[in-house]
């Protein structure tokens, strides 16, 4: 039995993957996606080859077009080399394949009716991913570890502050005081560590069927910074705010494969524990008496949960050279989380001025999965395919909170319990060009169309009025969701 080396060649991990695996945690693969199109008419019968894979990526998330000076943009790029090295001793079969990463992320909102502007263009990313494959005439075991760096900067330019028309104690000792206290330019920072590793063993029953069993664990790591400057009496200068964010995250999942005549069916079942923590802390202000005059904490947050998902696919060729696949997955997650957070000091009248807000939230998630996909292999040159994703996510949202305010604005609190429906749908084209023996060229295009509702109480909007109460109109363009993907593969 020949070994063959079934990577996904060049797909880096990007915020696709992390968007998608909001909706679809630990599927590991199982659904249709991305994959080596290769032409293999007999999986068994390729001979052992070396490869180097060279890959860039663009992902088109989101514009706004409204005029010059009122935009949105919000894109990624990315580039990858992949190599890929098969061996063979005695009886057993080895692949290691190695991938190097480097990414950018980029965005800005500029808008002509004043407010908030943002930019940032400097969010890179350098990673390091690597598989190793063993396998023998019964036994597969396979183990994966990537490991990526990050760090970037955020500008944010506010020309006008919030206020209220009606409610002049919310202006003296809250929207009045931000301006002040925040400034017109807060710079915000951020690095991180983003690592994982996976194991997974596999094992033959038979001809016909085989198992597994598989573990994945991942920690990512974020330091946040945000500095601005406050001219707010008594505590007048530099302000320097620290946070620390961490999500990690534990799925473990079983999965089959069995094989009736020519129809494939495989299933796969997993249980995810994610876990989430952060705190936000500040550097205080010393005066002339040794007192501290500020909030150093300012927010603290957790969430933990638990999920399951179980998953069938089906798998059937039409002929030699034409294949088709169906999906289902079923997806059900628990969050439960609470959130302390408080301003800092905004101002003084005797005694600080500072607004505290505790929430407690949970978010009951049920999701549905269906895909399709048809694969064509028109000849050893060329090779092409099609599919379909459809995610139906309902999720059961409830929270509760209290924000004590001072000097009168009193304490509020509420409660509330929403439903967010989310039909997300994915289009995917693949093609492979081989130009040579040893050099082939491979596209794939994503496009995702999200579709959201709300139950319950939903969030309401609320424009400001045209002049001479005239309702405006908007000529704003928007359009995004676009992913494009190019590998060049050299084997030898």
């Given at each position: 039995?020949l070994?063959?080396c079934?990577?996904?060649f060049g797909?880096?991990?990007?915020?696709?993957?992390?968007?998608?695996?909001?909706?679809v945690?630990g599927?590991?693969g199982?659904?249709?996606?991305?994959?080596?199109?290769?032409?293999?008419?007999?999986?068994?019968?390729?001979?052992?080859?070396?490869?180097?894979?060279l890959?860039?990526?663009y992902?088109?998330?989101?514009?706004?077009?409204?005029g010059?000076n009122?935009?949105k943009?919000n894109?990624?790029?990315?580039m990858?080399?992949?190599?890929e090295?098969?061996?063979?001793?005695s009886?057993?079969?080895?692949c290691l394949?190695?991938?190097?990463e480097?990414?950018?992320f980029?965005f800005s909102?500029?808008?002509k009716?004043?407010?908030?502007e943002f930019?940032g263009?400097?969010?890179?990313?350098?990673?390091?991913?690597s598989?190793?494959?063993?396998?023998?005439s019964?036994?597969?075991?396979?183990?994966?570890?990537?490991?990526?760096?990050g760090?970037?900067?955020?500008?944010?330019?506010?020309?006008?502050?919030?206020?209220?028309?009606?409610?002049?104690?919310l202006?003296?000792?809250?929207?009045n005081?931000?301006e002040?206290?925040f400034g017109n330019?807060?710079?915000?920072g951020?690095?991180g560590?983003?690592q994982s590793y996976?194991?997974?063993?596999c094992?033959?029953?038979?001809?016909?069927f085989?198992?597994?069993?598989n573990f994945?664990?991942?920690?990512?790591?974020y330091?946040?910074g945000?500095?601005y400057?406050?001219?707010?009496?008594?505590?007048?200068?530099?302000?320097n705010?620290s946070g620390y964010?961490?999500y990690?995250?534990?799925?473990?999942g079983?999965s089959a494969?069995?094989?009736?005549?020519?129809?494939?069916?495989k299933?796969?079942?997993?249980?995810?524990?994610p876990?989430?923590?952060?705190?936000?802390n500040?550097?205080g202000?010393?005066n002339s008496g040794?007192v501290?005059?500020e909030?150093?904490?300012l927010?603290?947050?957790k969430?933990n949960?638990?999920?399951a998902?179980?998953?069938?696919?089906?798998?059937?060729?039409?002929?030699e050279r034409?294949?088709?696949?169906?999906?289902?997955?079923l997806?059900?997650?628990?969050?439960s989380?609470?959130?302390?957070a408080?301003?800092?000091?905004?101002g003084f009248?005797?005694?600080?001025i500072a607004?505290?807000v505790?929430?407690?939230?949970?978010d009951?998630m049920?999701?549905?999965?269906y895909s399709?996909?048809?694969?064509h292999?028109?000849?050893?040159?060329?090779?092409?395919?099609i599919?379909?994703?459809?995610?139906?996510?309902s999720?059961d949202?409830?929270?509760?909170y209290n924000?004590?305010?001072e000097?009168g604005?009193?304490?509020?609190q509420?409660?509330?319990?929403n439903?967010?429906?989310?039909d997300l749908?994915?289009?995917?084209?693949?093609?492979r060009?081989?130009?040579?023996d040893?050099?082939?060229?491979q596209l794939?295009?994503?496009?995702?169309?999200?579709v959201?509702?709300?139950?319950?109480n939903?969030v309401?909007?609320?424009n400001?009025?045209?002049?001479n109460?005239?309702?405006?109109?908007?000529?704003?363009?928007?359009?995004g969701g676009s992913?494009?993907n190019?590998s060049i593969?050299?084997?030898?």
């Amino acid at each position: 039995m020949l070994f063959y080396c079934n990577y996904s060649f060049g797909q880096i991990q990007d915020l696709e993957t992390k968007f998608y695996d909001l909706f679809v945690p630990g599927s590991n693969g199982f659904l249709i996606g991305n994959e080596d199109l290769r032409y293999h008419p007999a999986r068994e019968d390729l001979p052992l080859k070396y490869s180097v894979v060279l890959n860039s990526n663009y992902h088109d998330l989101f514009r706004e077009y409204g005029g010059p000076n009122d935009n949105k943009t919000n894109f990624q790029y990315g580039m990858g080399v992949n190599t890929e090295i098969p061996l063979s001793l005695s009886n057993y079969n080895f692949c290691l394949n190695v991938e190097l990463e480097q990414k950018a992320f980029s965005f800005s909102n500029y808008s002509k009716d004043g407010g908030a502007e943002f930019s940032g263009n400097n969010f890179k990313s350098y990673g390091l991913k690597s598989n190793l494959l063993a396998e023998d005439s019964v036994n597969k075991i396979g183990v994966n570890f990537k490991y990526l760096i990050g760090q970037g900067k955020v500008n944010l330019n506010i020309s006008q502050y919030p206020y209220s028309e009606s409610d002049g104690l919310l202006d003296k000792y809250f929207y009045n005081l931000l301006e002040p206290a925040f400034g017109n330019n807060i710079y915000f920072g951020l690095s991180g560590i983003e690592q994982s590793y996976a194991i997974e063993y596999c094992r033959k029953a038979g001809a016909n069927f085989n198992y597994g069993i598989n573990f994945y664990r991942e920690l990512n790591t974020y330091n946040t910074g945000i500095d601005y400057y406050s001219n707010v009496n008594k505590i007048e200068g530099r302000k320097n705010l620290s946070g620390y964010i961490e999500y990690s995250r534990n799925i473990i999942g079983l999965s089959a494969e069995y094989k009736l005549n020519k129809l494939g069916i495989k299933s796969l079942i997993t249980y995810s524990i994610p876990d989430f923590k952060l705190q936000l802390n500040q550097d205080g202000t010393i005066n002339s008496g040794n007192v501290n005059l500020e909030i150093l904490h300012l927010s603290d947050g957790k969430f933990n949960g638990k999920g399951a998902a179980v998953g069938l696919g089906v798998s059937y060729p039409l002929s030699e050279r034409v294949s088709f696949d169906l999906g289902f997955m079923l997806i059900s997650n628990y969050y439960s989380g609470s959130l302390y957070a408080s301003t800092p000091v905004l101002g003084f009248e005797i005694i600080p001025i500072a607004h505290q807000v505790n929430l407690d939230f949970d978010d009951r998630m049920l999701n549905e999965v269906y895909s399709a996909k048809f694969y064509h292999e028109v000849s050893s040159i060329w090779s092409y395919s099609i599919s379909l994703e459809c995610i139906a996510s309902s999720n059961d949202i409830s929270y509760n909170y209290n924000i004590l305010s001072e000097f009168g604005l009193g304490t509020y609190q509420d409660e509330a319990d929403n439903v967010l429906l989310v039909d997300l749908y994915k289009i995917n084209l693949g093609t492979r060009l081989n130009i040579t023996d040893g050099i082939a060229v491979q596209l794939f295009f994503d496009q995702y169309i999200p579709v959201l509702k709300q139950k319950g109480n939903p969030v309401t909007v609320v424009n400001p009025p045209s002049e001479n109460n005239v309702p405006q109109t908007s000529n704003k363009k928007e359009w995004g969701g676009s992913i494009y993907n190019i590998s060049i593969i050299y084997s030898f």
